[in-house]
């Protein structure tokens, strides 16, 4: 974030309290947070925030997803960033990708038991899992031919890392020529990290020669890696952990999790003693215990434990989602407590109008990171805990995406400390702020301000999620960018972007002159907005802010229809409740009823028409691409029904939308092919009314070879 002493004001508040819109603002939001987060780790190894505080992030992103499924984005899949330019560029055969995060017992349980239900196995059914150290360091593939390391690579962002071979081969952990029988192409990854007295005998030499220290061992090992100059890496202790492979060009004769890392022990890796396999989440959890309280007394830095399916059949079958495997999940250590106390409470008001009360601490240290701030949540949370001004607090980075207090040590309370008022007035634009109630009279717990868009601090925000990143992306229109244009009445609307340039053209105060801003930074603003007259379908539709509709749910629109056009007819003849246009939206996968109505009603609201046509004489959209044009299915859209005997249901839907077909949860006219297992009802009747195909699970694997 760009001023980190401002929290985002509806973070503060239980997702199950957002309501839609509250929820697609914020998740924009959180989206270009973590976005910008993974470029400073994963591209430049200079973070800005704890690992703990990056996982809150995501944490509390997923969460937001889970209870907006229409909100789905790209970066809440993504992995790493994109390599730096600095490097040549290297392309994995096999995608390296993240591991998805639990941070309870209870969470550990549901994983075993989804992997259980994924695979329709028995709840009680033992699956045996490996658990190991979870490594803070910097992931690396390394490839062997022939038994030789012919390349080394960065994650990168999964699909493309840097070519850091020269580097890798000074670090003594990693053999150039592997030991014994090895496959002709062997791919095998793993961490690069510096030990705990090495970090620090390496920071005592940079102080001591006047150079730059460096804030943990993770952020030493990735810079000490990705050093243009090798010899700069020769000279840093570096080491590696082997825990996993990529391509291999014949399999091992293991079978099992375990037994491949053992075999990469034969090879010459160096592998984590402390891996162990697990038969039940008892033994699982008492791992987890144990590899805790030895945590503070490890060489190396870890913040939890990698749990994994043993049995490789069992990964094969289980696969991935788009960002991680669902046969292994990080269980990360819980957050730290700390007491400090409250030197003022300040209101923020976010984008939607919510007034948020968040505590400024006396500086504290929580988990090494130092909190300055922490959220009050809402005004109720204030009137319960009954936080005061100079009250001692105990505040924890747990759970939210920022620290919160816990609680109130009132027996250091001052004798005249007086209960806080909240006010009942903006602070930006001095409407008032009320809390609404429902039909019922139960009041919202958020306060809102009424002032909508004459209040600054909302209609900023409109701007801001317009430009963004999953939105138009248009680089240079940062928040203090937007706040200086709006407030000077530049741009209030998003297509006063557009004629910016012109109209500077014609003014006596150009944007060259203003403080700040020089030819060179004009130039290439007024070149970025240009960029983005060509702008792709699904991005224009997420820029509108229609309710409900995040980036995810936006790509998904723009795919199905192909164009604005198609999308807006459709939703002006979905008027009625009943129409056949209602049905076809509807009957698209992830767009439910709500989502439906809303499409319905942004496009039937006359103002929202004008502006949309207004934007469209400044803008050419760009059909969506193609997904897998070369499957039999690419683009159909399909719908399975019945008792599936050779797959589950989710087994079948991700296999169909890998080959680039869209799967629905109904049958219309516009279905293309329907597979049927035994026990189909209503869909095999539906299909039949409109002459869908129907086919065999057996003839659709046919189909697909």
Same mark, same amino acid.
């Given at each position: 974030m760009s001023n980190p002493d401002k929290i985002p004001p509806a973070r503060a508040m239980a997702v199950e309290d957002l309501t839609p819109f509250e929820a697609r603002l914020e998740h924009g939001d959180l989206a270009a947070e973590i976005a910008a987060h993974d470029v400073r780790y994963h591209q430049q190894d200079a973070p800005t925030i704890s690992d703990g505080d990056y996982d809150r992030l995501r944490q509390r992103l997923l969460a937001i997803e889970a209870h907006f499924p229409e909100l789905r984005s790209v970066v809440a899949v993504a992995v790493g960033a994109k390599p730096s330019e600095k490097f040549a560029k290297v392309k994995h055969r096999v995608p390296m990708l993240s591991l998805a995060n639990v941070f309870s017992d209870d969470e550990a349980g549901d994983f075993l038991d989804r992997i259980r239900r994924y695979l329709d196995l028995d709840?009680?059914?033992?699956?045996?899992?490996t658990a190991e150290p979870k490594i803070d360091g910097l992931s690396c593939s390394l490839r062997y031919e022939d038994g030789k390391l012919v390349v080394a690579a960065t994650r990168g962002d999964g699909e493309e890392g840097e070519d850091v071979t020269l580097n890798v081969r000074t670090i003594k952990d990693i053999p150039q020529v592997l030991v014994g029988s090895v496959p002709a192409i062997l791919e095998v990854r793993g961490e690069i990290y510096m030990r705990k007295d090495d970090f620090a005998a390496l920071n005592q030499r940079q102080e001591a020669e006047g150079k730059p220290v460096f804030a943990n061992p993770r952020n030493a090992a990735a810079g000490s890696l990705r050093q243009l100059d090798s010899a700069i890496t020769a000279d840093r202790p570096l080491r590696f952990f082997a825990y996993a492979w990529g391509e291999i060009s014949e399999p091992l004769p293991s079978m099992s999790q375990s037994g491949m890392v053992e075999a990469f022990g034969r090879f010459g890796f160096v592998t984590n003693p402390l891996m162990k396999r697990c038969d039940t989440l008892t033994d699982l959890l008492a791992h987890y215990r144990m590899i805790e309280v030895q945590r503070s007394s490890l060489a190396y830095d870890i913040d939890g434990v990698v749990y994994k399916v043993d049995d +490789?059949? +069992?990964? /094969? /079958? +289980?696969? &991935?989602?788009? /960002?991680?495997? /669902?046969?292994?999940?990080?269980?990360? &250590?819980?957050? #730290?407590? %700390?007491?400090?106390?409250?030197? %003022?409470?300040?209101?923020?008001?976010?984008?939607?109008?919510?007034?948020?009360?968040?505590?400024? +601490? #006396?500086?504290?240290?929580?988990? !090494?990171?130092?909190?300055?701030?922490?959220?009050?949540?809402?005004?109720?949370?204030?009137?319960?805990?009954d936080v005061r001004i100079c009250d001692t607090v105990v505040v924890q980075r747990a759970g939210d995406v920022i620290p919160q207090v816990v609680s109130v040590v009132l027996e250091q309370r001052k004798a005249d400390s007086i209960a806080y008022d909240f006010p009942k007035t903006c602070p930006v634009c001095g409407?008032?702020?009320? *809390? #609404?109630?429902? %039909? %019922?009279?139960?009041?919202?717990?958020?306060?809102?301000?009424?002032?909508? @868009?004459?209040?600054?601090?909302?209609?900023?925000?409109? @701007?801001?999620?317009?430009?963004?990143?999953?939105?138009?992306?248009?680089?240079? &229109? !940062?928040? *203090?960018?937007?706040e200086a244009f709006y407030r000077d009445g530049l741009v209030t609307r998003p297509q006063d972007i557009f004629t910016l340039e012109t109209r500077d053209t014609g003014s006596l105060k150009k944007l060259k002159n203003r403080e700040g801003w020089g030819e060179t930074s004009v130039r290439n603003l007024f070149a970025a907005i240009a960029a983005r007259r060509n702008v792709t379908l699904h991005r224009f539709i997420f820029a509108l802010g229609i309710r409900h509709v995040g980036e995810s749910t936006a790509k998904l629109l723009a795919r199905h229809f192909g164009t604005l056009d198609a999308l807006r007819e459709t939703a002006l003849a979905a008027r009625e409740p009943d129409s056949e246009a209602r049905k076809t939206l509807t009957a698209i996968d992830g767009i439910g009823p709500v989502m439906a109505e809303a @499409?319905?009603?942004? &496009?039937?609201e006359e103002h929202n028409s004008q502006a949309v046509a207004e934007l469209l004489t400044y803008l050419t959209l760009q059909p969506p691409e193609v997904v897998a044009s070369q499957s039999p299915v690419s683009g159909k859209t399909l719908v399975f029904t019945g008792a599936l005997e050779r797959m589950s249901r989710d087994e079948a839907k991700s296999m169909a939308e890998r080959l680039g077909a869209k799967v629905s949860g109904s049958v219309s006219k516009k279905t293309d092919l329907v597979v049927a297992g035994p026990g189909a009802g209503s869909k095999l009747a539906d299909a039949r009314k409109h002459g869908v195909e129907v086919i065999t699970e057996d003839e659709w694997f046919t189909l697909i070879g």
């Amino acid at each position: 974030m760009s001023n980190p002493d401002k929290i985002p004001p509806a973070r503060a508040m239980a997702v199950e309290d957002l309501t839609p819109f509250e929820a697609r603002l914020e998740h924009g939001d959180l989206a270009a947070e973590i976005a910008a987060h993974d470029v400073r780790y994963h591209q430049q190894d200079a973070p800005t925030i704890s690992d703990g505080d990056y996982d809150r992030l995501r944490q509390r992103l997923l969460a937001i997803e889970a209870h907006f499924p229409e909100l789905r984005s790209v970066v809440a899949v993504a992995v790493g960033a994109k390599p730096s330019e600095k490097f040549a560029k290297v392309k994995h055969r096999v995608p390296m990708l993240s591991l998805a995060n639990v941070f309870s017992d209870d969470e550990a349980g549901d994983f075993l038991d989804r992997i259980r239900r994924y695979l329709d196995l028995d709840p009680q059914a033992p699956v045996a899992l490996t658990a190991e150290p979870k490594i803070d360091g910097l992931s690396c593939s390394l490839r062997y031919e022939d038994g030789k390391l012919v390349v080394a690579a960065t994650r990168g962002d999964g699909e493309e890392g840097e070519d850091v071979t020269l580097n890798v081969r000074t670090i003594k952990d990693i053999p150039q020529v592997l030991v014994g029988s090895v496959p002709a192409i062997l791919e095998v990854r793993g961490e690069i990290y510096m030990r705990k007295d090495d970090f620090a005998a390496l920071n005592q030499r940079q102080e001591a020669e006047g150079k730059p220290v460096f804030a943990n061992p993770r952020n030493a090992a990735a810079g000490s890696l990705r050093q243009l100059d090798s010899a700069i890496t020769a000279d840093r202790p570096l080491r590696f952990f082997a825990y996993a492979w990529g391509e291999i060009s014949e399999p091992l004769p293991s079978m099992s999790q375990s037994g491949m890392v053992e075999a990469f022990g034969r090879f010459g890796f160096v592998t984590n003693p402390l891996m162990k396999r697990c038969d039940t989440l008892t033994d699982l959890l008492a791992h987890y215990r144990m590899i805790e309280v030895q945590r503070s007394s490890l060489a190396y830095d870890i913040d939890g434990v990698v749990y994994k399916v043993d049995d +490789l059949a +069992l990964q /094969r /079958r +289980l696969g &991935f989602i788009a /960002r991680s495997p /669902r046969w292994a999940t990080a269980h990360k &250590f819980p957050a #730290e407590q %700390a007491t400090t106390s409250v030197t %003022a409470i300040d209101i923020q008001v976010g984008r939607t109008g919510v007034l948020t009360p968040v505590a400024r +601490l #006396e500086p504290v240290t929580v988990g !090494g990171v130092v909190v300055s701030n922490a959220t009050l949540h809402n005004e109720e949370e204030i009137a319960r805990k009954d936080v005061r001004i100079c009250d001692t607090v105990v505040v924890q980075r747990a759970g939210d995406v920022i620290p919160q207090v816990v609680s109130v040590v009132l027996e250091q309370r001052k004798a005249d400390s007086i209960a806080y008022d909240f006010p009942k007035t903006c602070p930006v634009c001095g409407s008032h702020a009320v *809390r #609404e109630a429902d %039909a %019922a009279g139960k009041e919202d717990k958020a306060r809102r301000c009424t002032g909508g @868009l004459v209040c600054p601090a909302q209609a900023v925000e409109r @701007l801001r999620h317009f430009v963004a990143r999953d939105a138009m992306d248009i680089k240079g &229109f !940062g928040e *203090r960018q937007i706040e200086a244009f709006y407030r000077d009445g530049l741009v209030t609307r998003p297509q006063d972007i557009f004629t910016l340039e012109t109209r500077d053209t014609g003014s006596l105060k150009k944007l060259k002159n203003r403080e700040g801003w020089g030819e060179t930074s004009v130039r290439n603003l007024f070149a970025a907005i240009a960029a983005r007259r060509n702008v792709t379908l699904h991005r224009f539709i997420f820029a509108l802010g229609i309710r409900h509709v995040g980036e995810s749910t936006a790509k998904l629109l723009a795919r199905h229809f192909g164009t604005l056009d198609a999308l807006r007819e459709t939703a002006l003849a979905a008027r009625e409740p009943d129409s056949e246009a209602r049905k076809t939206l509807t009957a698209i996968d992830g767009i439910g009823p709500v989502m439906a109505e809303a @499409l319905v009603d942004f &496009f039937t609201e006359e103002h929202n028409s004008q502006a949309v046509a207004e934007l469209l004489t400044y803008l050419t959209l760009q059909p969506p691409e193609v997904v897998a044009s070369q499957s039999p299915v690419s683009g159909k859209t399909l719908v399975f029904t019945g008792a599936l005997e050779r797959m589950s249901r989710d087994e079948a839907k991700s296999m169909a939308e890998r080959l680039g077909a869209k799967v629905s949860g109904s049958v219309s006219k516009k279905t293309d092919l329907v597979v049927a297992g035994p026990g189909a009802g209503s869909k095999l009747a539906d299909a039949r009314k409109h002459g869908v195909e129907v086919i065999t699970e057996d003839e659709w694997f046919t189909l697909i070879g």
